[in-house]
């Protein structure tokens, strides 16, 4: 037992203490393994009363019985030591002796092994679902689910209050990248979940230079990059170890270290794993942004070495990121780096075994320019990037951005060139980089046009905007040279320059600008003839305003151009022109303002048919949306029946994946706040399910979205609502459900894994034990409890024993808690009506199900009646005692007389105590239950308790409804009828004879 305050015998306690630890730690064979894990409990509650209890004095004492206490925490093994502290946890102690208990388990971690018995400790903690997990047939180990991922998570990354950070990561480090580096996918994806979100996703530890992404990042980005050095290069060996000495001086990076091929694939794979394993967009965009040209980079070469497993895990890393609404700017960042191929002195390449390397970049000049494979490799590097851009939620805005951004590379002139700067210009156009550069963005505006080109129209906004920076650029560069040309000939003014009035060029020179402005103009003019003519073309007030700019520089630039060029020109006016002049552009109409919303929400479908958590994340953030904002383009019933489909699919994927129909639970909690009668009704007829369509599991977790929809309703819970929601729960957890067609599958499927456990013993050898149980070390279960455990689970199934083809018990438990939860949510909108039935179901099971395996109906049935007390209570407090409308009533209604039950029983009655208290004590005494007849005891405790605070508020009352102090119409024991004075007027006076 945990110590109180004082010890009740300090020398007894220190002599029991020395005894127990001479046998625990006497190095000689005997007894100490056996007793050992019995009086652990004893040794650490006593040696910590010793140690740390501050109302002791004697300090040597306390000294002495410190070492002792570690001796034993550090020489006891982590798979006894867990239960064992957290069973210390779990009752009322004192304060010191609990914070010494946290510290202890908070430090077992960081144990040899200690990660895995932890991790092994919280899933065999938490219990799993009533569903297929329960149906299915026993493992080795415990289950693993999301809420023990999360406990898991927060424990992990919780360091202990007197352990500096660093000493703490370093330690369970290498253990969490062992279990990430592993075979084991549950162990993987535990692993996964708790760097990312438990330690990467809070500030203090995963921001840039702090431990945890000194530890579990940056030698990613290290070894992707080739700027590996011993301070990265320690956490990327097999198995992962801290170096101490290197951990000591972590401002020093020191050299850069080769990269070897086995530490890109295993950071590569290590970054999938974080990335993609769980639905976290914003881990995503952090850990992929920094390396996002090494990626591409590898994603290039891959694909053009035919290196399929590098190429399928970057591309997949390039999608997912590009498919969570990253904005323009890595967009922008790619095709400005469309041909990155490594760094300023290294470059990718193939080792012997044709595995992925790095290699030092050879010297521009050593090797000559191959132009034909340029050109392959910028053809496939533009339909890669083509297929990223399409990944993007917001693709139709973003090659509108894309295409501005490249076309301005090569059709944009400088709007203020001189001659020496014209010079410099043209010089630059000779190097070989820029006129691939060039090259390069006029090849991806092409594709754009040739697969995008309705987008383009739809969105002619980006377009207009590019086409009037040419045209400007072209007008003030022939503005510039008129004004140079006229300068110069006024300075030369003589009788010999009358001669030379008019300006010699030569041929080729006139020829070279003529060529450099029709290249830019030419393709200006399509741009505009090909989004004026388009149909989809609308006239916006924007749009407006920039097409008569672009009208009024065009005219000003017109006489400016050489002939082959003025026609053209000349043509483009004159379609702006027969734009702002037609009839329909005077009435200029606004964009609709739900077609964004369509967008968004095509592509939350989008999303949500993806496999990738991150992506499918993004898609039910998306989809919050549009509801928050009550969006029109949302047809309810139709996204509730995809929230179902996805809550309720059965392939391995999703079944597997507890994250993605938890998100679509939370958004039917956001859909039911805005549409509460048709998301109960729809979720309440599904999880009766009357026509038999659906499987436990399934009704189930149709069960939990009911509970998370009630939860926020709130105060919303009433009215017809609230009926509804009561009518089909109470239906579902009577016995009024007929299941034929469930019961029937359910034999067979008993009949057939009948006859293959036959079958199996049949083929089994004798004298020859299960492999299975071999190499399982575990405490295995005895036939005995095995048998009684399958019995159970089998008696679930076949329901209530005394019907016909009933209803599963486990749906039938489901329904009473979420009628608890209905109550605990607001039992005021629920009224005295429904309050009452519930009551009614509750007693009834409590009275009629007294079979073993409908224990869990009556711990249910408990539950509900525990709830209704609390809830009225607190709804009474929070009114400060005045009365609700509704309650339980103080008399014994069958005791009454029935001339006078109407004065004590009525609408505002949901039960009487006594006759409560009566039932009650009568199930108590037959219940074999453990658990339900400890749940019985606090109810009619709290029964108990409520008739004394109802007798307070009748003493306290006052008139206008409220409670009274009610004593029935006989005061036993006394003959005098209290009621024999109502009706009379008051007692006169008379004076006889």
Same mark, same amino acid.
């Given at each position: 037992?945990?110590?109180?305050?004082?010890?009740?015998?300090?020398?007894?306690?220190?002599?029991?203490?020395?005894?127990?630890?001479?046998?625990?730690?006497?190095?000689?064979?005997?007894?100490?393994?056996?007793?050992?894990?019995?009086?652990?409990?004893?040794?650490?509650?006593?040696?910590?009363?010793?140690?740390?209890?501050?109302?002791?004095?004697?300090?040597?004492?306390?000294?002495?019985?410190?070492?002792?206490?570690?001796?034993?925490?550090?020489?006891?093994?982590?798979?006894?030591?867990?239960?064992?502290?957290?069973?210390?946890?779990?009752?009322?102690?004192?304060?010191?002796?609990?914070?010494?208990?946290?510290?202890?388990?908070?430090?077992?971690?960081?144990?040899?092994?200690?990660?895995?018995?932890?991790?092994?400790?919280?899933?065999?903690?938490?219990?799993?679902?009533?569903?297929?997990?329960?149906?299915?047939?026993?493992?080795?180990?415990?289950?693993?689910?999301?809420?023990?991922?999360?406990?898991?998570?927060?424990?992990?990354?919780?360091?202990?209050?007197?352990?500096?950070?660093?000493?703490?990561?370093?330690?369970?480090?290498?253990?969490?990248?062992?279990?990430?580096?592993?075979?084991?996918?549950?162990?993987?994806?535990?692993?996964?979940?708790?760097?990312?979100?438990?330690?990467?996703?809070?500030?203090?530890?995963?921001?840039?230079?702090?431990?945890?992404?000194?530890?579990?990042?940056?030698?990613?980005?290290?070894?992707?990059?080739?700027?590996?050095?011993?301070?990265?290069?320690?956490?990327?060996?097999?198995?992962?170890?801290?170096?101490?000495?290197?951990?000591?001086?972590?401002?020093?990076?020191?050299?850069?270290?080769?990269?070897?091929?086995?530490?890109?694939?295993?950071?590569?794979?290590?970054?999938?794993?974080?990335?993609?394993?769980?639905?976290?967009?914003?881990?995503?965009?952090?850990?992929?942004?920094?390396?996002?040209?090494?990626?591409?980079?590898?994603?290039?070469?891959?694909?053009?070495?035919?290196?399929?497993?590098?190429?399928?895990?970057?591309?997949?890393?390039?999608?997912?990121?590009?498919?969570?609404?990253?904005?323009?700017?890595?967009?922008?960042?790619?095709?400005?780096?469309?041909?990155?191929?490594?760094?300023?002195?290294?470059?990718?390449?193939?080792?012997?075994?044709?595995?992925?390397?790095?290699?030092?970049?050879?010297?521009?000049?050593?090797?000559?320019?191959?132009?034909?494979?340029?050109?392959?490799?910028?053809?496939?590097?533009?339909?890669?990037?083509?297929?990223?851009?399409?990944?993007?939620?917001?693709?139709?805005?973003?090659?509108?951005?894309?295409?501005?951004?490249?076309?301005?590379?090569?059709?944009?002139?400088?709007?203020?060139?001189?001659?020496?700067?014209?010079?410099?210009?043209?010089?630059?156009?000779?190097?070989?980089?820029?006129?691939?550069?060039?090259?390069?963005?006029?090849?991806?505006?092409?594709?754009?046009?040739?697969?995008?080109?309705?987008?383009?129209?739809?969105?002619?906004?980006?377009?207009?905007?590019?086409?009037?920076?040419?045209?400007?650029?072209?007008?003030?560069?022939?503005?510039?040279?008129?004004?140079?040309?006229?300068?110069?000939?006024?300075?030369?003014?003589?009788?010999?320059?009358?001669?030379?009035?008019?300006?010699?060029?030569?041929?080729?020179?006139?020829?070279?600008?003529?060529?450099?402005?029709?290249?830019?103009?030419?393709?200006?003019?399509?741009?505009?003839?090909?989004?004026?003519?388009?149909?989809?073309?609308?006239?916006?007030?924007?749009?407006?305003?920039?097409?008569?700019?672009?009208?009024?520089?065009?005219?000003?630039?017109?006489?400016?151009?050489?002939?082959?060029?003025?026609?053209?020109?000349?043509?483009?006016?004159?379609?702006?022109?027969?734009?702002?002049?037609?009839?329909?552009?005077?009435?200029?109409?606004?964009?609709?303002?739900?077609?964004?919303?369509?967008? +968004?929400?095509? &592509?939350? %479908?989008?999303?949500?048919? /993806?496999? *990738?958590?991150? !992506? $499918?994340?993004? @898609?039910?953030? #998306?989809?919050?949306?549009?509801?928050?904002?009550?969006?029109?383009?949302?047809?309810?019933?139709?996204?509730?029946?995809?929230?179902?489909?996805?809550?309720?699919?059965?392939?391995?994927?999703?079944?597997?994946?507890?994250?993605?129909?938890?998100?679509?639970?939370?958004?039917?909690?956001?859909?039911?706040?805005?549409?509460?009668?048709?998301?109960?009704?729809?979720?309440?007829?599904?999880?009766?399910?009357?026509?038999?369509?659906? +499987?436990?599991? &399934?009704? %189930?977790?149709?069960?939990? /979205?009911? *509970?998370?929809? !009630? $939860?926020?309703? @709130?105060?919303? #819970?009433?009215?017809?609502?609230?009926?509804?929601?009561?009518?089909?729960?109470?239906?579902?957890?009577?016995?009024?459900?007929?299941?034929?067609?469930?019961?029937?599958?359910?034999?067979?499927?008993?009949?057939k894994e009948r006859r293959e456990r036959e079958r199996q013993e049949r083929n089994r050898q004798p004298g020859l034990s299960d492999l299975s149980q071999l190499i399982d070390d575990s405490e295995p279960e005895s036939p005995e409890q095995n048998a009684y455990a399958a019995s159970i689970v089998a008696a679930w199934g076949a329901g209530a024993s005394a019907d016909d083809e009933p209803e599963d018990l486990r749906i039938r438990a489901s329904a009473l808690s979420v009628l608890a939860s209905a109550v605990q949510t607001n039992i005021l909108g629920l009224g005295p009506m429904i309050v009452s039935s519930l009551i009614d179901l509750a007693m009834t099971t409590l009275t009629l199900e007294s079979t073993i395996?409908?224990?869990?109906?009556?711990?249910?049935?408990?539950?509900?009646?525990?709830?209704?007390?609390?809830?009225?209570?607190?709804?009474?407090?929070?009114?400060?005692?005045?009365?609700?409308?509704?309650?339980?009533?103080?008399?014994?209604?069958?005791?009454?007389?029935?001339?006078?039950?109407?004065?004590?029983?009525?609408?505002?009655?949901?039960?009487?105590?006594?006759?409560?208290?009566?039932?009650?004590?009568?199930?108590?005494?037959?219940?074999?239950?453990?658990?339900?007849?400890?749940?019985?005891?606090?109810?009619?405790?709290?029964?108990?308790?409520?008739?004394?605070?109802?007798?307070?508020?009748?003493?306290?009352?006052?008139?206008?409804?409220?409670?009274?102090?009610?004593?029935?119409?006989?005061?036993?024991?006394?003959?005098?009828?209290?009621?024999?004075?109502?009706?009379?007027?008051?007692?006169?006076?008379?004076?006889?004879?």
């Open positions: 037992m945990p110590p109180n305050t004082t010890p009740h015998d300090e020398s007894l306690l220190n002599r029991t203490m020395h005894v127990l630890l001479s046998i625990v730690q006497d190095h000689r064979s005997s007894i100490q393994p056996i007793i050992r894990s019995r009086i652990l409990s004893d040794l650490i509650s006593g040696l910590s009363d010793l140690a740390f209890n501050p109302n002791l004095i004697d300090s040597d004492k306390k000294r002495s019985s410190r070492k002792a206490f570690q001796a034993i925490i550090d020489t006891s093994p982590s798979a006894a030591l867990l239960p064992t502290l957290s069973a210390f946890l779990q009752t009322e102690t004192t304060a010191w002796f609990k914070s010494v208990i946290s510290r202890q388990i908070a430090r077992i971690p960081m144990r040899d092994g200690g990660v895995l018995h932890t991790i092994l400790f919280v899933m065999s903690q938490v219990a799993p679902s009533l569903g297929q997990e329960a149906q299915a047939q026993p493992t080795n180990g415990p289950q693993f689910t999301v809420q023990g991922m999360m406990q898991i998570s927060r424990l992990l990354s919780a360091v202990p209050q007197d352990t500096e950070p660093s000493i703490y990561f370093e330690a369970i480090a290498p253990q969490l990248l062992e279990l990430l580096d592993g075979d084991d996918i549950d162990m993987r994806r535990v692993a996964s979940y708790t760097i990312g979100n438990g330690i990467l996703g809070k500030r203090l530890y995963g921001a840039p230079g702090s431990i945890g992404h000194s530890i579990f990042i940056e030698p990613i980005f290290a070894t992707l990059t080739a700027k590996l050095n011993s301070k990265t290069a320690r956490w990327l060996s097999v198995p992962p170890h801290a170096d101490t000495s290197a951990s000591q001086s972590t401002h020093q990076h020191g050299p850069s270290i080769p990269v070897q091929s086995h530490q890109i694939i295993l950071a590569l794979h290590r970054l999938k794993l974080l990335a993609l394993q769980h639905p976290n967009p914003g881990l995503v965009k952090r850990i992929v942004y920094p390396i996002l040209l090494p990626l591409w980079g590898l994603t290039c070469y891959s694909q053009q070495e035919q290196l399929n497993e590098i190429h399928a895990s970057t591309m997949t890393l390039l999608q997912t990121y590009f498919s969570i609404s990253v904005g323009v700017l890595p967009l922008k960042k790619l095709v400005d780096h469309l041909m990155w191929d490594g760094g300023p002195t290294w470059t990718f390449t193939t080792d012997f075994h044709g595995q992925i390397a790095f290699k030092p970049r050879p010297e521009s000049k050593s090797s000559p320019f191959d132009l034909v494979k340029h050109m392959d490799s910028l053809q496939t590097r533009v339909d890669l990037f083509i297929g990223l851009l399409g990944s993007d939620p917001s693709t139709e805005e973003r090659i509108g951005d894309i295409f501005l951004h490249v076309s301005q590379s090569w059709l944009v002139q400088s709007a203020s060139l001189d001659g020496a700067a014209e010079r410099g210009r043209r010089e630059q156009l000779e190097d070989t980089t820029a006129i691939l550069q060039k090259l390069m963005c006029a090849k991806v505006a092409e594709r754009l046009l040739d697969k995008f080109k309705d987008t383009l129209s739809r969105r002619p906004l980006r377009v207009l905007e590019l086409i009037k920076q040419v045209v400007d650029g072209e007008l003030c560069k022939l503005r510039s040279q008129q004004k140079s040309r006229s300068s110069r000939n006024a300075e030369n003014v003589s009788l010999s320059s009358l001669a030379n009035i008019v300006p010699e060029r030569s041929e080729s020179e006139e020829n070279e600008l003529d060529q450099e402005i029709s290249d830019s103009l030419t393709t200006a003019f399509s741009l505009l003839s090909t989004v004026l003519a388009s149909p989809e073309f609308a006239l916006s007030q924007d749009i407006k305003i920039l097409l008569e700019a672009l009208k009024e520089h065009l005219d000003q630039l017109i006489p400016l151009l050489p002939s082959t060029l003025a026609k053209p020109a000349t043509t483009s006016s004159m379609l702006l022109e027969i734009q702002l002049t037609s009839p329909e552009s005077t009435e200029v109409k606004a964009a609709p303002s739900h077609v964004l919303d369509l967008e +968004t929400h095509r &592509q939350a %479908l989008a999303d949500l048919s /993806s496999d *990738l958590p991150p !992506v $499918q994340a993004e @898609g039910f953030s #998306l989809l919050s949306k549009l509801v928050l904002k009550s969006s029109p383009v949302l047809d309810i019933p139709s996204t509730l029946t995809l929230l179902l489909s996805i809550i309720t699919d059965s392939s391995e994927t999703h079944a597997n994946d507890e994250f993605i129909y938890l998100n679509a639970i939370k958004l039917i909690g956001t859909l039911a706040a805005r549409h509460p009668r048709t998301v109960v009704k729809t979720l309440v007829d599904n999880y009766a399910d009357p026509g038999e369509q659906r +499987t436990l599991d &399934q009704r %189930l977790k149709i069960g939990e /979205s009911l *509970l998370r929809t !009630v $939860q926020d309703l @709130g105060e919303a #819970l009433t009215g017809e609502t609230a009926k509804t929601l009561a009518e089909g729960l109470v239906a579902v957890a009577g016995r009024r459900g007929h299941k034929p067609e469930t019961q029937r599958a359910r034999r067979q499927l008993e009949e395996e409908s224990a869990v109906l009556r711990r249910a049935s408990v539950v509900l009646i525990l709830d209704v007390i609390k809830a009225l209570d607190s709804a009474r407090e929070a009114r400060k005692g005045q009365d609700i409308g509704f309650g339980f009533s103080l008399v014994d209604q069958e005791a009454t007389p029935s001339s006078h039950s109407g004065d004590h029983q009525g609408p505002s009655t949901v039960a009487s105590i006594p006759r409560l208290l009566r039932t009650l004590g009568f199930v108590e005494s037959v219940e074999t239950d453990a658990i339900v007849r400890g749940h019985l005891r606090v109810l009619i405790e709290s029964l108990e308790a409520w008739m004394e605070k109802s007798i307070m508020w009748g003493i306290g009352a006052r008139d206008g409804g409220e409670p009274r102090l009610e004593l029935g119409d006989r005061i036993a024991g006394l003959s005098i009828d209290p009621l024999a004075g109502r009706g009379s007027g008051r007692p006169r006076i008379e004076e006889i004879e």
